[in-house]
């Protein structure tokens, strides 16, 4: 290569250097530009995520909304379907047995759980949980929500189902049609608590009667298959095989009752089972969502504010600070406040009875405790 070709290999490497340069020069203009304009010192990648997840967000709410009275109706069915089947079923089938003291039991029993799952399941229905006046000098507060611009207490948060802000909110449950707030907390919690007892309360009931139907293995193969695409074929091949391409009335009717179960012992069957497996799924099921809540309970906060408070926690651990949530009292004293026992409440009277007393609390102020070296958060 020639001193002249290698002058001019130079002089387009440095062109070409000088261009992608500009570009990248230009595309760092654009981007400060727009930087510059959108900027704000309250962003963050939360804040960012919120945004982008924004249309999620609405579809879901717009499906709650329209979910939560088909989520109620069958909630009353499906509790209803297991009532019945006590009445129905179960005592008939003690009272042959002569178990009179069984049957005595699951009468004062079992109607004593009834009668609070339906009243604290009517009450997390019924009851509003809570808003804040609309008016800022009734609160005492300067906090304003940035999404219906009204005055936010302390441990007030914006339900964006119901589109207003909640007293002490905890979280919008579609199973109650209604978000659970300051006002209705303690009647969402024990009906989860006396529905969880009555779901073991029927599994324990209904052992013996289940293992009976369901252990028989070939009552419960030709209860759950005898009216299946597969053996129905198997049995009109047979025939056809038998008695040519036509069948017999005799055939026809051992179709009916292919297996020897008839349709009422086929249906008991399978109500028996629906029963006990309906039941243990939803004791498994809301066992877990019920310790759940109760470890909150036990420190002193909502499902919002465990978020909350996990996030203080890891800005205040980069400055050696401890930080301790503001309103846990400690596990005993929590759940008094939160059960409302106070004034003369007893827990015999206004928890193991229903019971519609107010909280202790207005959900507009509330005693709380800071943290010592406490530095507040440069974010609102």
């Known amino acids: 290569m020639g001193r002249g070709d290698y002058n001019q290999h130079s002089v387009e490497s440095k062109i070409r ?38 249309p999620i967000f609405w579809i879901v709410d717009r499906l709650s909304r329209k979910i939560g009275p088909i989520m109620v109706v069958l909630v009353v069915v499906l509790t209803t379907y297991v009532v019945s089947f006590f009445y129905i079923i179960l005592l008939p089938y003690l009272w042959n047995r002569g178990q009179f003291g069984v049957i005595t039991f699951h009468w004062f029993f079992g109607h004593w759980l009834l009668v609070n799952i339906v009243f604290h399941y009517y009450k997390g229905v019924t009851t509003p949980p809570g808003e804040p006046p609309q008016i800022l000098s009734d609160t005492n507060v300067a906090t304003i929500c ?3 611009v009204g005055p936010k207490p ?10 207003h802000c909640i007293l002490k909110m905890d979280h919008h449950c579609p199973w109650l049609n209604n978000c659970v707030g300051h006002f209705n907390h303690r009647y969402f919690m024990l009906f989860c ?21 369901f252990f028989d293995a070939k009552k419960t193969f030709y209860s759950f298959f005898s009216g299946g695409l597969l053996l129905k074929t198997i049995e009109v091949y047979k025939a056809t095989q038998t008695n040519g391409t036509t069948l017999s009335p005799e055939t026809v009717e051992k179709l009916k009752n292919m297996g020897g179960l008839s349709f009422s012992d086929g249906m008991y069957h ?14 498994i099921a809301l066992g877990a969502l019920t310790a759940w809540h109760a470890r909150l309970i036990c420190r002193g906060e909502t499902s919002v504010e465990k ?4 996030d203080e ?10 930080y301790k949530n503001p309103y846990d009292f400690g596990a005993r004293e929590n ?31 509330w005693h709380y405790q800071v943290t010592k070296g406490y530095i507040c958060n440069k974010y609102p």
């Not at 302390?154 to 589109?163: A, E, F, G, M």
């Not at 399978?270 to 004791?283: A, T």
């Not at 926690?313 to 401890?322: A, D, G, Q, Y």
């Not at 759940?335 to 207005?362: A, K």
């Open 17 to 54: 250097r000088t261009c992608c340069q500009k570009i990248l020069e230009y595309f760092r203009m654009i981007r400060f530009s727009l930087r510059a304009l959108t900027y704000n010192s309250f962003t963050s990648k939360s804040i960012v995520l919120d945004t982008a997840m924004e």
């Open 146 to 148: 940035k999404r219906c």
């Open 154 to 163: 302390p441990r007030t948060h914006h339900c964006s189902v119901c589109n």
């Open 193 to 213: 608590i006396y529905m969880w007892l009555g779901t073991l309360y029927v599994c324990i009931s209904v052992w013996d009667i289940f293992a009976e139907e």
């Open 270 to 283: 399978k109500v028996v089972c629906l029963e006990f497996f309906l039941c243990i799924g939803v004791m």
């Open 307 to 310: 978020h909350i408070n996990d």
């Open 313 to 322: 926690r890891k800005r205040l651990k980069k400055v050696n600070v401890i």
């Open 335 to 365: 759940w008094r406040i939160f059960l409302g026992l106070g004034e003369g409440r007893t827990f015999t009277r206004h928890v193991l009875l229903p019971s519609s007393h107010l909280p202790l609390e207005n959900g507009l102020e």
